[in-house]
């Protein structure tokens, strides 16, 4: 039972990086973790173990491209870009969570009638 809420949490994290790359342009892993905790508003922090894991997924998917590239502290990072396939999936994405979106509030609002 526990694969399928792994799942939504692996496509909500893609969706997620995917966006922050789409709004940010490159950023490093590190960047893109920090991103989302300051948007999260704490709420969300990742960790390298799952983070890294997600980038991987998305280069291989085509969704996202690297290259290596020197960070604002002067060290050797790994730059991620999104790419146009990766931008077509943001956006085939985004339609599909709110169209769960608006149905989770349909049922949560039906069922308080």
């Known amino acids: ?9 692996q496509g909500t994290l893609d969706l997620i990086v995917l966006k922050t790359l ?28 799952t983070l890294y894991p997600a980038l991987l997924r998305l280069e291989q998917r085509g969704w996202i491209s690297s290259k290596w590239g020197t960070s604002e502290n002067n060290r050797r990072a790994k730059f991620y870009s999104l790419t146009k396939r990766g931008k077509k999936q943001l ?8 169209r769960m979106s608006s149905l989770i509030s349909r049922l949560l609002t039906g069922a308080e009638s």
């Open 91 to 98: 956006a085939a994405e985004a339609e599909s969570w709110e």
């Open 1 to 9: 039972m526990g694969e399928p809420k792994a799942e939504v949490l």
């Open 22 to 49: 789409d709004a940010l342009g490159p950023q490093h892993g590190y960047g893109i973790a920090v991103r989302i905790q300051q948007v999260s508003e704490n709420l969300l922090k990742l960790n390298q173990g």
